[in-house]
């Protein structure tokens, strides 16, 4: 079992940056490969980046990339979302994901092993 608690979100506006977190608890946590995804209201579910269990591999959506860095500490059993430029269409539920399958994350497959609560990002214009 993995436990994932998303922490970071907030209220900033248009341009700035924030860091989102993902404490994942269980000592198999290196072993996942690691997502966060969004969701705006009254929209579906959208995967943002990916990466995988040693962070030798990422994905990003093509609407974050070049501003958003996804990375991780296995350490710490802790991945991060560094957000910048952010714009108000940024604005969304974040989810912390695991799964044992790094496709299954960059496709936003149904089935993904673990999910966090979510952590509300507001971006004003």
């Known amino acids: 079992q993995v436990q994932l608690v998303e922490s970071g979100g907030g209220l900033v506006q248009a341009g700035d940056s924030l860091r989102l977190s993902c404490a994942a608890s269980g000592r198999t946590f290196s072993s996942y490969a690691m997502g966060w995804f969004r969701q705006a209201p009254g929209k579906e579910r959208d995967v943002v980046a990916v990466?995988?269990?040693?962070?030798?591999?990422?994905y990003y959506a093509d609407s974050v990339k070049g501003r958003f860095t996804i990375s991780r500490d296995n350490a710490k059993n802790t991945v991060y979302l560094q957000m910048s430029t952010l714009k108000p269409e940024d604005t969304a539920i974040y989810y912390c994901a695991a799964d044992s399958s790094f496709l299954r994350l960059q496709f936003g497959l149904h089935g993904v092993d673990y999910w966090g609560q979510g952590t509300q990002v507001t971006v004003s214009s």
């Open positions: 990466i995988s269990w040693n962070g030798g591999n990422t």
